[in-house]
């Protein structure tokens, strides 16, 4: 194991229409904004509802479970990174979006298209909390 953090740190952790979200992740929770105004919930955070413009929200727990739609292997990254790492597309369980996120606990032999993931949610080590995706397997 290398001393690299594997993580680029985020720009938007400060931006007041999506650090709810950076904020729930310290909590452990995974959170998507619900518009006050229609009721729409979608992901990611942005600072307007993609249904009907408002900018009032309030912040529900998503359920931390998708499925993989697409995935790559990189073997150029940034310095950051110990190479090669595994970088999938993943659709929230709940349909409302989709997310990126470094895949960990499987080769990309074990990888399918369609198949279960589980949001997982680490410490940075910088007072902030990051989230990956591995394989969601029922014992």
């Known amino acids: 194991m290398t001393s690299k953090p594997n993580f680029l740190m985020p720009t938007n952790v400060e931006s007041p229409s999506v650090s709810p979200f950076w904020e729930?992740?310290?909590t452990g929770?995974?959170?998507?904004?619900?518009?006050r105004d229609c009721g729409e919930i979608f992901f990611p955070p942005r600072s307007h509802c993609p249904e009907c413009l408002g900018d009032v929200f309030t912040w529900e727990a998503l359920s931390g479970k998708g499925y993989l739609y697409s995935w790559t292997e990189l073997f150029f990254a940034q310095p950051e990174f110990d190479l090669p790492f595994l970088l999938g597309l993943v659709d929230?369980?709940?349909?409302i979006g989709r997310i990126a996120a470094r895949?960990?606990?499987?080769t990309p032999e074990e990888l399918s298209i369609g198949?279960?993931?589980?949001?997982?949610i680490s410490n940075s080590g910088d007072?902030?909390?990051?989230y990956y995706v591995e394989p969601f397997r029922i014992l």
Not at 92 to 95: C, K, Q, T
Not at 103 to 106: D, E, F, Q, T
Not at 115 to 120: A, D, G, Q, Y
Request: proline share 7%; charged share 20%; hydrophobic share 50%.
């Open 29 to 35: 929770r995974f959170l998507a904004p619900r518009c």
């Open 92 to 95: 929230l369980a709940e349909g």
């Open 103 to 106: 895949i960990s606990g499987a």
């Open 127 to 130: 007072g902030l909390a990051l």
């Open 115 to 120: 198949m279960p993931l589980e949001i997982r």
């Open 24 to 26: 729930g992740l310290k």
